[in-house]
């Protein structure tokens, strides 16, 4: 598969286009990564942004709060659709 992330312009959404081959007759599929976190969840707000693809078949999207904070979405095939979020700053901090 591929993954291609950014911020929407405009609206700061963080969105991934995708690909699979399993979609290869559907073409690319769109999703709001932002939409996909719990409204309570740490948000990244600006890049740069990074994106990792993790043995564990996760995939992780890396970057920073409005308060400067280092922030993580992150997604493994047993979530389904949903995506989490975390804080990275305040995890480092609190150990």
């Known amino acids: 598969g591929l993954n291609i992330v950014g911020l929407e312009e405009g609206t700061g959404d963080v969105k991934v286009y995708w690909w699979a081959p399993e979609r290869s007759q559907l073409g690319w599929a769109t999703t709001s990564l932002t939409a996909s976190t719990p409204l309570d969840s740490p948000r990244i707000s600006f890049g740069p942004l990074l994106g990792a693809a993790a043995p564990d078949r996760s995939l992780n999207v890396f970057g920073y709060a409005d308060d400067g904070s ?18 990275l700053t305040e995890i480092a901090i609190d150990r």
């Open 70 to 87: 280092f922030v993580c979405y992150y997604w493994k095939p047993e979530f389904g659709g949903e995506w989490e979020s975390q804080n």
